[in-house]
């Protein structure tokens, strides 16, 4: 008799638990699992914002005052976490970001794509950086003064970037990572009147990738 | 009358017909959009039902779907200079992507299924507040964040 109960009273415990497990379960399984969303500031500071509606409607705006929020069950509202768990959250995200793009100028002779003696130098830094990167790629733009018609500057630019593609395939960079366009004069870093000779809007801007 | 109505139905299809070959070869000089610059751990991307590794290197299209492993993580960048990064147990589909590298006008569209994501602006978030839309299984998100990181906890 006394061994029955001592045997039932041991199932009854993992029932309780069980039963607890259950109840939990049932609870979560309303809300459903977390997502949350986080605004990290750029080098300058600045957020951007973002919009976010939940699946009944509900909306929340992150931006640099409400600069995180969790979204479960419908509801979405500020996550109220601090920068530690943020950290701890996407650490290992943030350890895969690729390395951001590098920016290069290369300047050219006035009416042609003959680089400056100057710009001529800074190639070797400019394969150092390809090569730094594991799947390098490389995007080129070129762009005139506003010397000679529009359309001239645009076969112009383009041809300054072909110039510098060739450069960089003969080192060894393969056709097919590099894209080439042509923007004419239409995006001066020097804002200038038309038929205005100006050596730093001759120019190609090389981005590494 | 029956005749004119198949005349009528055929001329469209003809011309669906024949425009087909000129579409897919537009469609497959820009069909890349983006390139997997990091790569660790198991990661494979899912293209047409068919699953295969994605090292570093690698150029993923609209509609693939990017998932990693338990020991995984990805990173890849986008033909508008943005950035995608994810840690382990994720999975991300690439709904949509356009891009015009002379205006910076497209729109980027992505589904975060589950795992940790870090997105970081490139060209298109600067040209159009509602350029770049993220959805997940509970929440839509569109705006111009510098940087937004998603997690979105398994089920």
């Known amino acids: ?209 | 009358m029956r005749h004119s109505n198949f005349g009528l139905t055929c001329i469209p299809l003809l011309a669906v017909m024949v425009s087909i070959p000129s579409h897919t070869l537009a469609a497959d000089a820009a069909a890349f959009v983006a390139q997997v610059k990091v790569s660790r751990g198991v990661v494979k991307i899912q293209r047409g039902g068919q699953a295969f590794p994605a090292p570093v290197g690698t150029r993923l299209k609209v509609d693939d779907v990017i998932a990693t492993g338990g020991n995984g993580s990805v990173g890849m960048m986008f033909a508008d200079n943005s950035t995608l990064s994810m840690g382990p147990e994720g999975e991300v589909s690439l709904q949509g992507f356009t891009y015009d590298p002379t205006t910076y006008m497209g729109a980027f569209d992505a589904y975060v299924k589950q795992g940790t994501v870090s997105l970081q602006a490139g060209n298109l978030a600067q040209s159009g507040p509602d350029n770049v839309r993220i959805s997940t299984p509970q929440t839509q998100l569109t705006g111009n964040a510098k940087q937004l990181m998603i997690n979105v906890e398994a089920k």
Do not use: W
């Open chain 1, 1 to 209: 008799m006394k061994r029955q109960f001592s045997a039932t009273s041991a199932t009854r415990f993992p029932a309780y638990f069980v039963g607890l497990g259950l109840v939990a379960s049932f609870l979560a399984g309303c809300a459903g699992p977390s997502e949350y969303f986080v605004l990290q500031p750029a080098k300058d500071g600045s957020t951007g914002s973002m919009r976010a509606t939940s699946k009944e409607g509900k909306g929340f705006v992150l931006d640099a005052k409400n600069t995180n929020a969790q979204s479960r069950g419908g509801a979405i509202e500020a996550a109220k976490m601090d920068s530690d768990s943020v950290k701890k959250m996407f650490q290992s995200t943030l350890d895969a970001q690729p390395l951001p793009p590098s920016n290069y100028r290369l300047y050219f002779a006035e009416g042609g794509d003959q680089l400056t003696p100057d710009s001529q130098t800074q190639l070797d830094a400019i394969l150092e950086e390809i090569k730094r990167r594991p799947a390098p790629d490389l995007v080129i733009v070129g762009h005139t003064d506003r010397v000679g018609s529009v359309e001239d500057n645009d076969k112009l630019a383009l041809r300054r970037a072909g110039t510098i593609r060739q450069i960089f395939e003969t080192r060894g960079v393969i056709a097919e990572n590099i894209q080439t366009a042509g923007r004419g004069e239409r995006e001066p870093l020097v804002p200038t009147a038309d038929e205005v000779a100006e050596a730093r809007n001759r120019r190609v801007e090389i981005l590494v990738r």
